[in-house]
C-alpha cells in the first residue's frame, strides 16, 4: 500500500478484498416484523377474550358520551358487516396474506417496512383466530368486534392493526421506499 493511502485512508484494491463481508441487517427487521406482529396479535387477543368474557350479552359501555362505545358484535362477513356468506373466502384471503408476507419477510431489510407489515400480520393473525376457532365452526367463525365509534363501523384492535399497516404501506411506497431497504425515483 502506498504512504499516501495508508495516511489518508484510501483502501487499496487488495484490501477490499482481505476485508470481510458487511453482514446484512435483514434479521433485525425480520425479528421487528415479528417482534410488531405479536404484540398486535397479543393485544387483539386479549382484548377480545376481555370483551367475550365481560362485554358480550350486556348493554354496550359508552366511552365517550355518544360518540365511542364498546360493544360486542359478532362479524361472519369483512369489513362493515358485507359479505356474509363469504366466511370461508375471507379465511382463505386472510391464510394468503399470512403466507406472502412470511415469504416477504426473507428480503425484508427497511424498518418501516418491518413495522407496517407486522400490523398487517398480526391483525390479520387475530381474525384468522376468530374465524378459525370461534362458532358457528371452523372457517367459518365470526370475528370479534367490539369499537363502536359513532355512525361508523363496528372494529377491532385486529382490524385497527390492518388499516394502520396498509396506510402505511401506501406512504411508504409513495415515498419511494422498498422493502429490501432501496429507495427508488420514479
Not at 23 to 49: E, H, M, T
Not at 123 to 150: H, K, M, Q, Y
Not at 160 to 184: Q, W, Y
Amino acid at each position: 500500500m502506498a504512504e499516501s493511502e495508508r495516511i489518508i485512508g484510501t483502501p487499496d484494491v487488495d484490501d477490499e478484498a482481505a476485508a470481510p463481508a458487511e453482514q446484512p441487517q435483514g434479521r433485525r427487521r425480520v425479528v421487528a416484523l415479528f417482534a410488531v406482529a405479536l404484540v398486535a396479535y397479543l393485544l387483539d387477543l386479549v382484548s377480545k377474550i376481555i370483551v367475550v368474557e365481560k362485554l358480550e350479552h350486556h348493554a354496550p359501555i359508552e366511552i365517550i358520551g355518544d360518540l365511542l362505545r364498546f360493544e360486542a358484535v359478532r362479524n361472519p362477513g369483512a369489513a362493515f358487516g358485507m359479505g356474509e356468506a363469504f366466511t370461508i373466502i375471507f379465511t382463505f384471503i386472510a391464510a394468503s396474506v399470512i403466507v406472502v408476507i412470511i415469504r416477504l419477510a426473507r428480503k425484508l431489510y427497511s424498518l418501516p417496512w418491518a413495522i407496517a407489515l407486522g400490523l398487517l400480520l398480526g391483525g390479520a393473525l387475530g381474525n384468522l383466530t376468530d374465524r378459525i376457532f370461534r362458532s358457528p365452526g371452523v372457517f367459518e367463525g365470526a370475528v370479534v368486534d367490539f369499537i363502536a365509534p359513532a355512525h361508523f363501523a363496528v372494529f377491532n384492535l385486529a382490524d385497527s392493526a390492518i388499516v394502520c399497516g396498509g396506510v402505511l404501506i401506501v406512504l411508504l411506497s409513495f415515498r419511494g421506499l422498498d422493502p429490501d431497504g432501496t429507495v427508488h425515483k420514479d
